[in-house]
């Protein structure tokens, strides 16, 4: 069985761009969560979605965005990049919702570098 | 608010010598924890996690962890180390309820010895 896909794995991009990376859950998975990495302030959560809804934000400015797709495939979009956004992104798939027992597989992440 | 706190950044033990990584968790409900390991320029991968069953969590690996409630703890350990255990572990909760956002605790660098 397939794990999460993220692609692209790495990527460079100038301030004041934007950038849109994609998380293909593994089969059967419905939520989709992306999470932010830096080392400075560790791994945050960004958001989640199911059923192609977005069901909780994270702390984070309105210049990250994402969507999911019926497929449950999902783009995370972040517009304006600043240095500051240099980080690896996570997605990571679960079977269910709201329920909190089920663990997230994560992908391998995109990492971000802006210059 | 949901918090997880991991003691000790860097941890560094001898190849065959015990491995304690702590978290402790602040919850006001039961909570959900997890314990993932990150190896470099990967993503995570789950060790183990609780769910309200057996205190005494076994995963992969050899690792296990014990929930305290008393002492809002989920330490995780292993017997003896191997050189292949250096990575980076990350302890995480989440709460019935709620939807699929872990809250991560800062990371422990775990460096194993010759």
């Known amino acids: 069985k397939a794990g999460v896909t993220q692609t692209p794995r790495y990527l460079i991009k100038t301030r004041g761009q934007q950038v849109t990376l994609s998380c293909s859950p593994i089969s059967g998975h419905r939520s989709v969560s992306w999470y932010q990495q830096t080392p400075g302030q560790g791994l945050q959560f960004l958001f989640e979605y199911f059923s192609e809804t977005q069901r909780n934000k994270g702390n984070f400015p309105g210049r990250f965005s994402g969507r999911q797709f019926s497929n449950s495939r999902s783009e995370m979009n972040v517009s304006t990049l600043e240095l500051g956004d240099s980080a690896l992104y996570l997605c990571?798939?679960?079977?269910?919702?709201?329920?909190?027992?089920?663990?997230?597989?994560f992908g391998q992440g995109t990492r971000l570098t802006v210059v | 608010a949901q918090s997880v706190t991991q003691l000790g950044s860097h941890v560094s033990v001898s190849e065959g010598a015990l491995v304690l990584l702590r978290c402790n968790y602040s919850?006001?409900?039961?909570?959900?924890l997890f314990w993932y390991v990150q190896y470099p320029n990967q993503g995570l991968q789950l060790l183990l996690k609780y769910t309200s069953a057996a205190t005494l969590v076994k995963g992969i690996n050899g690792f296990e962890a014990e929930f305290k409630k008393s002492e809002t703890s989920f330490h995780l350990t292993k017997p003896s180390a191997h050189m292949s255990d250096a990575a980076e572990y990350f302890c995480a909760v989440t709460f019935s309820g709620s939807a699929r956002q872990l809250t991560f605790g800062s990371g422990t660098q775990l460096t194993v010895l010759p």
């Open positions: 990571a798939s679960s079977p269910t919702v709201g329920q909190g027992k089920t663990e997230a597989f």
């Open positions: 919850s006001s409900v039961p909570p959900y």
